[in-house]
């Protein structure tokens, strides 16, 4: 395949506001960048936080944005690229501006910090909700999990709470009671493991109730979206099933009372 | 001021060392805060993807084990402290399995063990790609557990509306809170978001933010570790080793950080060459073995002194020609030689090492040379550093038989009463090099050492935070409000900004301050910090928002970064030898019967001090010496002759590179 030109400048447009109380500062703004070899959307943002000028030569506050660890494992810099969910650190412009321009928003699904900076903490505090946490009792045997009970939770366990997932759930909304694909995926996660395995009950019951898996309206577009690859929809499926098995359990226990 | 009633201890940095920290002291009862710049899941550990070392192989032990990480760290390294790390690795592993990471294993039920360079046998522990992820996820867990749990008094009773433990993501530490008589009583820090300062009452602080990155300031939005050491640097406390750091041999560069690939090439034979013809302009799997130089695998050299090939080959003028540039660059063909190996088989194994490269790396510039395999021929690798070898001097209590005292208030203290240090922030136990492996288990032991004697403490102390008159607190406190507000509002004259000059402080610091180093270019550099500290002085503070304004803390790092980078040149030019990937071509061999020692400094009125000998908390007169006691040391390497430092452009400059580490194959390990 011929390789086509491409320009010299990048065109950014970011989606800005000043704080989460200030929906009247809400603007884009719009940046020129060099389109360095191999440079990256935060390659951009970084040329913009050195000279914070905008195309109509107006000096402007820097752009706020999270970014720890530069390199795809963190999952932070989660944003809407050209309106799609993409990583800064990983999305290079030469794929995602090849005609020299580019827009830049933050999650929608979260509160607003500051510009392209949103609070997750919704996605902690869920993960408290569902107990998903094993519950270290002290031993220092060693586990002798087998390889392919451990192979199961590899693949579950490489979640970075980047909350692209529930950016693109048409069930998940930061002031509504969903959990979303994400927590309940850990909590699939810590109930495989021999510990989190006692307090199975509890999470359960966290994950029937208000919030919980019944909320999950099948859209599928988790399993899409999460750039770890992580099967969401199979673990979404996973504890619909033992939800509905404790359900039916508990509800016969009762029955016979 | 953060209220409680509960006798807290505070912990800073969220990454394995604190967490570790955080739990070992919910585990003993002891209510803790734990402060964290970031949200708790974002720490730099996460790219760790090495593994966890521990003995837990056919005829390993943890003997073995000490060896081989104190020939790897050149013997600089405290020899008890080494072999307690050796001991308790294998339970480490296993409550790291038992807190829910997924370590892969065998049929059996035993741990797959890997061979990383350094070690004579297999003895990494691992999950995946991505140890690292894994721990702090797990980690971060458990403690959510403890914040749904209630925090005791000392007789027992629960304390309502306080959990045993709180999170304080996003809060920046700024202040280490000091009563009359220099004992740490707590801290003062600022909330990222809000821009609220508040001050935190506690019985111990252990620091665990990390450690310095030297050439890394650069990475702007990315909270600068080395504050934390700046702070406790301002306070009086003394430093270790700081003008040692990691450097890899398989820097692959990157646009916005040097990336690393991991380790773990080498355990599949992966070799370094460069081309014999400065001019070379064929393909690498075009030039013939004959027409090849070869710089050595860190399979049979450890990564250390691979890296130390590396940087002497293109000290001398070697490199890769770019037929495009017309230049030599300081870089080396890392081959493996896939042509003789099945490709498929290659991908299984190392693969997940090649994400990022795939991604950012040079070579594939449309959509679909991303999904070739980006290793066809040979890798571009450079020097790339890795993880500061020093920090904060912390106690160790080794009893007389030089073996340790795992319940003592002595481990991990720094030379500030109350005041506890650990991983990279505290000074390495890992010496002049570091055993690939050891860091994260290192990390974990280090983070449990430093809670049990910060519990220990407190339990012991007579004096109580909690006693103190909330003028201690209050004064320090508006204090730094006072100096946040007063960066927002700084107006300076011109155009200086304060990413510019942190560009030029990592710049600077990765041309003279690498592995490669010459005297006068030292002092050059200290100049040239000197100037950089007096710019940022001036500089206009670039946002004046007063929440989540992000240059505020910036340049708050940057001063740190400043002082704690000021200090790694003067070890740097006071340590007059080559030890571990560090060359000196001036003083090109490691000196035991010199420089077997430690270096100490101390931040003074006028600059960086070093210190022969200094008292501490629990010891009246301290010095540089090293203990040998338990090992005896291995000799150096014969005489290395010396090579000519040339000044052309493309002398080894790991400048704007920064580190890291490549994601591993998920599957391995042979025994053997
Ligand atoms: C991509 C990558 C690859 C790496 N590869 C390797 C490797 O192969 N081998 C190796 O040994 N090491 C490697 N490292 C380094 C290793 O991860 C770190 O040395 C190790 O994680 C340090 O652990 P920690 O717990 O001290 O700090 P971190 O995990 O960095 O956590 C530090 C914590 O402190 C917090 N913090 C920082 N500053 C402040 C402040 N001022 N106030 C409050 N909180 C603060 C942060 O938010 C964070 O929670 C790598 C690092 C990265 C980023
Ligand atoms: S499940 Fe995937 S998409 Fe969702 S938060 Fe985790 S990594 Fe992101
Ligand atoms: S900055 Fe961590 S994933 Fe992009």
């Known amino acids: 395949m011929a390789e086509r030109r491409l320009s010299d400048k990048v065109r950014v447009r970011v989606l800005r506001q000043d704080a989460f109380d200030r929906k009247d500062t809400r603007r884009w703004e719009e940046f020129e960048v060099a389109r360095g070899e191999r440079a990256t959307v935060l390659s951009a943002l970084r040329a913009i936080q050195r000279a914070p000028r905008t195309v109509d030569g107006r000096a402007v506050a820097p752009v706020a944005w999270e970014t720890p660890c530069l390199e795809h494992a963190c999952g932070v810099c989660t944003m809407l690229v050209n309106g799609v969910v993409g990583q800064a650190c990983t999305s290079l412009l030469d794929v995602v501006a090849p005609k020299g321009r580019v827009s830049l928003a933050p999650l929608g699904k979260f509160p607003l910090v500051r510009d392209l900076w949103v609070d997750r903490q919704r996605m902690t505090d869920d993960l408290k909700r569902v107990r998903a946490f094993v519950g270290y009792d002290g031993s220092t045997d060693a586990l002798g999990e087998s390889p392919a009970a451990q192979a199961e939770r590899l693949l579950l366990a490489s979640c970075t709470s980047c909350g692209a997932c529930l950016e693109a759930c048409p069930q998940y909304h930061h002031d509504g009671a969903y959990v979303g694909a994400a927590a309940i995926n850990q909590a699939r996660l810590v109930g495989l493991h021999e510990g989190g395995a006692l307090d199975r009950g509890a999470r359960l019951d966290a994950l029937m109730g208000d919030g919980g898996i019944a909320s999950c309206g099948k859209a599928q577009n988790c399993v899409e979206v999460c750039p770890q690859g992580i099967p969401l929809t199979e673990s979404l499926g996973s504890v619909a099933r033992d939800t509905s098995k404790r359900f039916l359990f508990g509800w016969l226990l009762g029955a016979r009372r | 001021m953060a209220r409680t009633r509960a006798r807290r201890v505070v912990v800073v940095g969220g990454g394995v060392a604190g967490l570790a920290a955080a739990l070992e002291l919910c585990r003993a009862g002891v209510p803790v805060d734990v402060l964290c710049a970031t949200s708790l899941r974002r720490s730099h550990v996460e790219g760790s993807p090495a593994g966890l070392n521990a003995a837990l192989g056919d005829g390993d032990s943890p003997r073995d084990h000490a060896a081989d990480a104190l020939r790897v760290g050149q013997y600089l390294a405290s020899q008890a402290r080494v072999l307690a790390l050796a001991l308790a690795a294998p339970e480490l592993v296993h409550v790291v399995e038992r807190l829910g990471v997924p370590l892969q294993g065998r049929a059996d039920g035993s741990l797959l063990l890997r061979r990383l360079p350094g070690s004579t046998r297999p003895r990494t522990a691992f999950a995946g790609a991505a140890t690292g992820l894994e721990l702090v996820h797990a980690l971060d867990a458990e403690l959510a557990r403890h914040e749904l749990a209630p925090a005791t008094d000392a007789r027992g009773a629960k304390l309502p509306g306080e959990p045993l433990a709180r999170r304080f993501e996003h809060w920046d530490l700024c202040e280490l809170v000091l009563d009359g008589d220099g004992a740490c009583v707590g801290c003062v820090a600022q909330d990222l978001r809000t821009m609220d300062v508040r001050a935190f009452r506690a019985e111990a602080v252990v620091l665990a933010e990390s450690g310095p990155s030297l050439a890394r300031t650069s990475s702007s939005g990315v909270p600068s570790a080395e504050h934390a050491l700046a702070v406790a640097l301002r306070a009086g406390a003394v430093a270790q080793n700081l003008e040692l750091q990691a450097f890899h041999p398989t820097g692959l560069g990157g646009p916005d950080r040097q990336h690393v690939l991991s380790e773990l090439a080498f355990a599949e034979g992966a070799r370094l060459w460069v081309p014999l013809d400065r001019k070379e302009r064929r393909a690498p799997e075009d030039v013939p073995e004959r027409e090849r130089e070869h710089l050595g695998s860190p399979g049979e050299l450890g990564m250390a002194a691979t890296a130390r090939a590396l940087v002497r080959a293109f000290a001398e003028g070697r490199g890769i020609f770019d037929p495009e540039r017309e230049v030599l660059e300081p870089l080396a063909w890392l081959d493996l ?274 210190v022969g000998a200094f008292a501490s908390p629990f010891a009246e007169r301290v010095t540089d010496a090293v203990d040998t006691a338990l090992f005896a040391p291995e000799p150096g390497p014969a005489a290395e002759p010396a090579v000519r430092v040339e000044a052309h452009d493309e002398a080894p400059r790991p400048a704007k590179k920064k580190k890291r580490a490549g994601k591993p194959a998920d599957e391995e390990p042979s025994d053997g």
């Not at chain 2, 206009?540 to 708050?556: I, L, Y």
């Open chain 2, 337 to 610: 030689e896939v042509h003789k190996r099945d490709a498929a088989e290659l991908e299984l194994r190392l693969g997940a090492s090649f994400e990022t490269y795939r991604a950012l790396g040079p070579r594939p510039r449309t959509r679909a040379g991303h999904e070739t395999l980006p290793y066809r021929g040979a890798l571009k690798v450079g020097v790339a550093p890795g993880r500061s070898l020093g920090g904060l001097w912390v106690d160790f209590a080794a009893r007389a038989d030089a073996t340790a005292d795992l319940d003592s208030p002595r481990n991990h203290a720094t030379t500030l009463a109350g005041l506890y240090a650990a991983g990279p922030v505290a000074c390495s136990p890992h010496g002049a090099g570091a055993l690939p492996g050891d860091e994260l288990v290192g990390d974990l032991f280090g983070g449990r050492l430093a809670a049990r004697a910060a519990a220990a403490y407190r339990a012991g102390s007579e004096r109580s935070a909690s006693d103190q008159p909330s003028s201690t607190f209050e004064a320090p406190e508006s204090a730094v409000r006072a100096a946040v507000e007063k960066l927002r509002e700084r107006e300076g004259d011109g155009e200086d900004s304060p990413y510019a000059i942190a560009d030029e402080l990592a710049q600077a610091m990765g041309a003279s301050c690498g592995p490669l180093r010459d005297d006068a270019a030292l002092d050059a550099l200290l100049a040239t910090q000197a100037a950089l500290a007096a710019r940022l002085e001036a500089t206009p503070c670039p946002d004046r928002a007063t929440r989540a304004n992000q240059a505020v803390p910036f340049m708050r790092h940057l001063a740190g970064a400043l002082d704690v980078a000021r200090l790694a040149v003067a070890g740097a030019r006071a340590r007059a030898e080559s030890r571990g990937v560090h060359y000196k071509p001036a003083a090109p061999t490691r000196d035991d019967a010199g420089w077997l020692r430690a270096t100490l400094l101390r931040l003074g009125a006028s600059g960086p001090e070093l």
